[in-house]
């Protein structure tokens, strides 16, 4: 089945420091490829997201680029700040699959000034 | 009250109560959803409501009853937990089955005794 498997956490890092989370996914087809970010205390939000091979997504500083042939979706961000402490989760869903998100177990990353 | 709101935030109860959680959606939209979320697993999908008619039921044990009674309202009845039931429980809201327009409440921790 499909599924999405993320680097574990934490991930610490100092104020301004350049960030990677890694995403690779395994799928039939091609999905439609998600990060959703959750800060403390509330529920999760999309924060990028790509529908097709080489697509950028961005948003808030972050990126990530869809490569279809390293099945990979990595989080970027050049310079991060305290508050983007938060668990970080890449998703996949296919189009016409209706309501289904397959989710990876999340990554927390904790930024220190 | 703005997109989706989860009550209690907090919840622990025995093995042998009955308890509800219950969603609130504020956004127009006609897709409900009930997740779980354990740690160090990834979002587990429960249920699917669509126009207040369940569609999606993901092997969810039957002490896990969902209710929707109208497009805006979404219960999850509770009764005979377990330990290993402990987990954040997310509800979100979509515009038709469409996980880019999926929104997150904040979740209710649960913690079975």
């Known amino acids: 089945g499909d599924s999405v498997t993320q680097m574990e956490g934490p991930v610490t890092l100092s104020e301004e420091a350049f960030l990677t989370i890694n995403c690779t996914y395994t799928a039939t087809g091609y999905p439609s490829l998600f990060w959703y970010v959750q800060y403390p205390g509330e529920g999760l939000q999309l924060l990028l997201k790509a529908t097709k091979a080489d697509d950028k997504g961005s948003n808030k500083g972050f990126e990530a680029t869809y490569r279809k042939e390293t099945t990979s979706f990595h989080l970027e961000k050049g310079s991060v700040q305290v508050s983007d402490s938060a668990v970080y989760f890449c998703a996949l869903s296919f189009t016409g699959g209706g309501n289904k998100l397959t989710f990876g177990t999340g990554t927390q990353l904790k930024v220190e000034l | 009250e703005t997109g989706v709101t989860q009550t209690p935030r907090h919840l622990v109860m025995g093995m042998t109560n009955k308890k509800s959680l219950k969603c609130e959606q504020h956004?127009?939209?006609?897709?409900m959803y009930w997740y779980k979320q354990s740690a160090k697993k990834p979002l587990e999908l429960m249920f699917v409501?669509?126009?207040?008619?369940?569609?999606e039921n993901n092997s969810v044990p039957s002490r896990f009853s969902p209710e929707c009674p109208n497009s805006s309202h979404l219960f999850l009845h509770l009764h005979t937990l377990q330990p290993e039931d402990s987990a954040l429980y997310l509800c979100a809201s979509s515009q038709g089955l469409n996980v880019e327009t999926q929104y997150f409440g904040p979740g209710t921790r649960l913690l079975v005794l």
């Open positions: 409501y669509s126009l207040e008619e369940r569609v």
């Open positions: 956004l127009g939209h006609n897709a």
